[in-house]
């Protein structure tokens, strides 16, 4: 199994805690990571919780997600990738996620996170 299927096949619910202890060591609360996600996502917090317990792979979670138009907005570094240039679509979905919680922990404006 390469990287990118150890990836797609990760359960969303592993990696929601590491955002939520990452964002709130940062003084943002789970509200605004919610927020975040719902505004990537369409996922409204029912949903999320839902697929945190559920053990929905990262796949699974970004093919049920109505996934927000202004997306495409979300530029910049994640890892050292740079996530506009990440070719593969769900990878890029993935990266996105992790650029808005980077924002959020970083103390960004919610209106500059929301691309708004």
């Not at 096949?9 to 719902?38: D, N």
Request: aromatic share 8%; net charge negative; hydrophobic share 40%.
């Amino acid at each position: 199994m390469d990287n990118l299927e150890r990836v797609y096949k990760m359960p969303f619910g592993s990696v929601y805690p590491h955002y939520v202890t990452k964002v709130g060591k940062k003084g943002r609360t789970t509200a605004e990571l919610h927020q975040v996600i719902t505004w990537l996502t369409g996922f409204d917090d029912d949903a999320i919780a839902k697929h945190v317990e559920a053990g929905t792979s990262f796949e699974e979670f970004f093919a049920a997600a109505d996934l927000n138009p202004g997306s495409t907005l979300i530029t910049g570094v994640v890892c050292g990738v740079r996530v506009q240039e990440v070719e593969d679509p769900l990878m890029r979905q993935v990266r996105y996620l992790d650029k808005l919680v980077d924002e959020l922990a970083k103390g960004k404006a919610m209106e500059k996170i929301l691309r708004g």
